[in-house]
């Protein structure tokens, strides 16, 4: 299953292509019905598998075991594994990448932070050299076989393009300058690069401009990832029925059939997930 040439092809074709941040399997199931393509975001599953901030607490075998039980469920889904830094040393971040590949991922993304490292949109990040960076991004490249390789920089504006230029130069599949603060930016890199497809990341409350796909696409950008707003959107959800339900005094809502969410529609929705119901010859390319 070649699943990052499935992914490389859809790059090529016209348009921005959108990976929707997910950050467990129900979130997930749910994003299914709207997206073919998800990003496993560092900052969701930060957030679910340990209820701590994205600032370097994941633990490689518990991502890869997520994507594992990723692939299972959604065989023909393209999906992009936010893996930080590489889980600081070269040699783990390449035995990370290959373990990764053969449980079904489609892509990462290895970032150029130094420990201890934050969230993309957040203050307080520093880089790694530009050649202690470039020695673990050759390796992870040289790891791989099919895998789409996401080259991030999170470089202050003094050194973004030069930066950018040089992860260009590589073998890299995408670009991504991370925490990109203007549209201006984002045509100034995507000069530099040249013709190498450029991603974009929006956060919401992040640093970026919100922009439309159709923004995105004119302005040169082959790939969007949405990082949290199944994230977000489940905590202003939650938040707010349990609200309700303590100002019922317990009472749950009236249950309507049309517009509810009940135990039925939920059971229905992960029955999709059970293997056996796939049919055979998903992404074969």
Request: charged share 25%.
């Amino acid at each position: 299953m070649r699943y990052g040439s499935a992914l490389r092809e859809q790059i090529r074709t016209p348009g921005t292509t959108p990976l929707v941040g997910i950050y467990d399997m129900y979130s997930a199931s749910v994003a299914a019905r709207h997206y073919d393509g998800f990003f496993v975001s560092g900052f969701g599953f930060a957030a679910s598998h340990y209820g701590l901030p994205d600032i370097g607490f994941i633990a490689w075998p518990d991502m890869v075991a997520f994507v594992e039980r990723l692939r299972l469920a959604f065989p023909a889904h393209h999906l992009l594994v936010d893996i930080d830094d590489g889980y600081v040393d070269p040699e783990v971040a390449c035995h990370v990448v290959q373990r990764l590949e053969r449980a079904g991922a489609s892509g990462v993304i290895l970032e150029d932070q130094q420990r201890p490292r934050r969230c993309g949109h957040a203050d307080g990040k520093r880089v790694l050299p530009l050649a202690e960076y470039l020695e673990k991004l050759n390796l992870v490249l040289e790891s791989r076989q099919d895998l789409v390789v996401v080259a991030r920089t999170d470089a202050t504006e003094e050194d973004i393009l030069r930066r950018a230029q040089a992860l260009a130069e590589t073998d890299a599949d995408v670009v991504l300058v991370d925490g990109v603060r203007d549209v201006e930016w984002i045509r100034r890199i995507r000069k530099v690069i040249d013709d190498k497809p450029l991603l974009f990341n929006q956060i919401a409350g992040g640093r970026s401009p919100r922009l439309s796909l159709s923004e995105l696409t004119d302005l040169e950008c082959q790939v969007a990832i949405y990082s949290t707003p199944c994230l977000f959107a489940a905590h202003a959800a939650i938040d707010t029925a349990l609200s309700e339900l303590k100002q019922a005094d317990g009472r749950l809502p009236e249950f309507s059939p049309g517009t509810s969410v009940g135990v039925r529609a939920s059971t229905a929705l992960l029955e999709k997930n059970i293997s056996r119901h796939h049919p055979s010859g998903l992404r074969t390319v």
